[in-house]
């Protein structure tokens, strides 16, 4: 079991550009989730898979930001147009079970806009 | 909405106990959890509790849940340099809610 990876591990990028993350979960968890943590602060939802189907989206998830999880494996978060309120820690954590459990982080993708 | 509140910093001896305690509103969570950041890294899940327990103990990790209060607990005996770190609660079954993190300072 390797965990939760996540690739790259920083980007910066300038306001305005695309940016694609990706997540490769514990190998057989079927639930994915995506987390934005700013500085100071908690882990905010944004938004969570259940295999590849997207179940959920935060409101903080603006039509600039779209996340997919084709054939239910790894996930991809692009945001386009990026803003420098973007700048923030994307965290991405998976967990097993049809109604929950616990959730395993991965080390985070650091996206600073400059 | 939901809501998770704690104290933002703590500041300990080496070999004391720490204690970080966190309040929530979402009465619906089956599980609560205590998760540990390190600078410049992802979250470790140090431990959880299932909501109709008081107490569960691993190793010298003790978590105190009064339900009623909605108020969770978690008390690290012996702590160490390496302890020092951000200490996350969270409820919820799939949308965690988090609170700002406590810090925990670790004196030697």
């Known amino acids: 079991d390797t965990g939760v990876s996540q690739d790259p591990r920083h980007k910066i990028t300038k306001r305005g550009q695309n940016v694609t993350f990706r997540c490769d979960p514990i190998?057989?968890?079927?639930?994915l989730y995506w987390y934005r943590q700013t500085l100071g602060q908690g882990p905010e939802f944004l938004t969570y898979?259940?295999?590849?189907?997207?179940?959920?989206k935060s409101r903080l998830l603006s039509d600039r930001f779209s996340a997919e999880r084709p054939k239910g494996s790894f996930s991809t978060l692009e945001i386009q147009r990026t803003e420098q309120g973007d700048s923030a820690m994307y965290l991405c954590a998976s967990s097993f079970g049809q109604t929950g459990g616990e959730q395993y982080f991965g080390p985070g993708t650091r996206l600073t806009v400059t | 909405g939901e809501d998770v509140e704690q104290s933002l910093f703590l500041s300990v001896r080496e070999g004391d106990s720490s204690v970080i305690n966190c309040t929530y509103t979402?009465?619906?969570?089956?599980?609560l959890y205590w998760y540990k950041q390190e600078p410049g890294a992802g979250l470790q899940l140090l431990t959880y509790?299932?909501?109709?327990?008081d107490m569960k103990q691993d190793q010298r990790l003790t978590v105190l849940l009064n339900k009623k209060d909605k108020h969770l607990s978690l008390r690290i005996a012996d702590t160490q340099t390496g302890d020092s770190a951000i200490y996350f609660c969270?409820?919820?079954?799939?949308?965690?809610?988090f609170g700002t993190g406590t810090r925990l300072k670790v004196l030697a």
């Open positions: 979402d009465s619906s969570s089956t599980y």
């Open positions: 190998s057989e968890h079927n639930r």
């Open positions: 969270s409820s919820g079954t799939y949308k965690y809610i």
């Open positions: 898979f259940q295999n590849e189907a997207q179940l959920e």
């Open positions: 509790i299932f909501s109709n327990m």
